[in-house]
């Protein structure tokens, strides 16, 4: 059974199994993502990344999703969705799999004239291409349900973030070992190496001393070596410990549900919307991103959109700096961010899932902010230490549950107010900015910490109080909702 469009173009409807891939697709994505984003600061460290180069490669993800996003939903939009979320799996199992084979390589690795960093980079500028089919996801919610229940579907996505985001910490901790990377240039790897197979132990301070010869030592290495030789260490054990790759098994077990993922949506996935050929088709292009901003029933919704991810953007990237501030370990790190995305997914999955079509959109988001704006002030009240670093376990359940308010609704409240030819764009467009915050959010949240263990904490109340003004002032035309419901 299908309904008629705008301008004659079709959507199909799909039943539980489409949904269900759809929600799977999303799990992966996030999956992968969880289980490499606490290993980056380790793996980092390990091929001696410099800081630059490690921000590059945290943000090389994020900058794909904007770029990439609208050219996938425009392209949904034309050939369907359901080719183009196959591509996306493909391509995040050939970027996990790259990212598990060289991440476990030596230091010297070298293939077709590239060297390993230059390789992670090329596998997570390839996961986050993949991954910006996320924007054709939230378009097959948005063909397969009504306006009513539109909040609800993209809920499902968000859920499906939380739970990606709870196993993959999860798959990390047990896949990597407890130690603790270095970073070292040559000359001190060369120092390390002229140790040959001495037996002599060594402690922390003479190590730091004998690398600080060689150059400077920053502060997590510092500390990484303080944590590996609590205890002296015969030199070559330590030797051995500096000089093990790290594992490429979480890689390659992302690699594998990806490929999973791929078998099951190639038998089950249903398309949601006929091909149309004559629908536009658009790359990333600043003029498409300027028109929908122009355009009065959307340009509210994607500010909203954009400065609410900037101020989580800022917290989600700098949540481990602060945690290494109170002496969370490798593992405790990892568990805080599985219980993160634990509380996600509950609050996305149960709470929001359920509360969103008795209250609307805008409430919801609205009771959002209120939470995001308080936990935000708690926590900055843990970097001046006015509250102790266990609390964090009691305030980010505030932050997560009112992010997992505030993004499905305004999702769903974009998807209502664009029109039906052009869900896969605007939803592209939206995915874009989110991309776009996410990259910039940790720039300027990870300087601020620098200067302030609270800082970037009152900044982002600060700009989630500004989503919430953005929020308030969305005024959605009744004909747009009447469309919705009848394009449904």
């Known amino acids: 059974m299908s309904e008629q469009g705008q301008g004659g173009n079709q959507v199909v409807s799909a039943g539980r199994g489409t949904l269900l891939v759809v929600f799977l697709t999303v799990f992966i994505d996030l999956l992968g993502f969880g289980i490499v984003l606490p290993l980056l600061p380790r793996y980092g460290a390990w091929f001696s990344a410099s800081g630059w180069q490690l921000g590059a490669l945290m943000a090389s993800f994020s900058a794909m999703q904007f770029l990439f996003a609208p050219l996938w939903g425009g392209l949904s939009d034309r050939v369907g969705r359901r080719p183009i979320l196959m591509l996306g799996l493909l391509g995040s199992a050939w970027s996990y799999g790259l990212f598990g084979y060289v991440s476990s390589q030596g230091r010297e690795f070298q293939w077709l004239g590239l060297g390993a960093l230059a390789w ?49 910490p999860l798959i990390g901790a047990v896949c990597v070992s407890e130690d603790n990377a270095v970073a070292m240039n040559t000359a001190q790897l060369q120092l390390m190496n002229d140790w040959e197979n001495q037996q002599q132990p060594i402690s922390a301070t003479e190590f730091l001393q004998q690398l600080a010869t060689a150059g400077a030592v920053d502060e997590a290495s510092e500390a990484a070596v303080k944590l590996l030789l609590a205890e002296p260490l015969p030199k070559s054990q330590l030797k051995s410990v500096l000089t093990t790759p790290p594992s490429g098994l979480p890689g390659y077990v992302a690699c ?14 249903q398309e949601s919307r006929r091909p149309d050929s004559s629908a536009v088709h658009r790359g990333f292009h600043p003029g498409t991103v300027l028109r929908h901003l122009g355009n009065p029933r959307l340009s509210v919704i994607l500010g909203a959109v954009f400065v ?9 990237s700098t949540l481990s700096l602060l945690t290494q501030k109170f002496g969370y370990s490798s593992r405790w790190n990892y568990l805080l961010y599985a219980y993160v995305g634990f ?35 708690l926590i900055a009240l843990t970097g001046l230490k006015v509250l102790p670093g266990a609390a964090l376990w009691a305030i980010l ?67 989630i109080l500004c989503g919430g003004m953005l929020v308030s002032r969305i005024r959605l035309n009744p004909s747009a909702t009447a469309e919705g419901e009848q394009r449904a």
């Not at 996961?127 to 009513?148: H, L, R």
């Not at 609410?308 to 989600?316: I, K, L, M, P």
């Open 343 to 377: 509380v996600l997914s509950l609050g996305q999955g149960l709470l929001v899932r359920r509360l969103l079509p008795r209250i609307g959109e805008t409430r919801m988001a609205l009771a959002g902010v209120l939470l995001m704006t308080v936990g935000f002030c």
């Open 308 to 316: 609410t991810t900037f101020g989580f953007a800022q917290f989600e």
């Open 120 to 168: 992670l980079f090329i596998a997570r500028i390839g996961a986050g291409i993949a991954g910006a089919t996320i924007s054709t996801a939230q378009a097959v919610i948005a063909d397969c349900t009504e306006a009513k229940n539109r909040g609800r579907g993209m809920a499902m996505i968000g859920a499906a973030f939380g739970i990606g985001f709870t196993f993959g």
């Open 397 to 463: 359940p505030i932050i997560v549950i009112g992010f997992s308010s505030v993004n499905p609704s305004l999702q769903s409240l974009l998807s209502r107010a664009a029109g039906a030819d052009e869900q896969g764009m605007v939803l592209g467009t939206g995915q874009s900015l989110s991309s776009l915050a996410r990259i910039l959010g940790p720039a300027i949240g990870i300087a601020l910490l620098r200067q302030g263990a609270a800082f970037p904490y009152f900044l982002g109340a600060g700009l």
């Open 256 to 269: 594998g549900l990806s490929l999973l993922a791929l078998l099951l949506a190639a038998v089950k996935l």
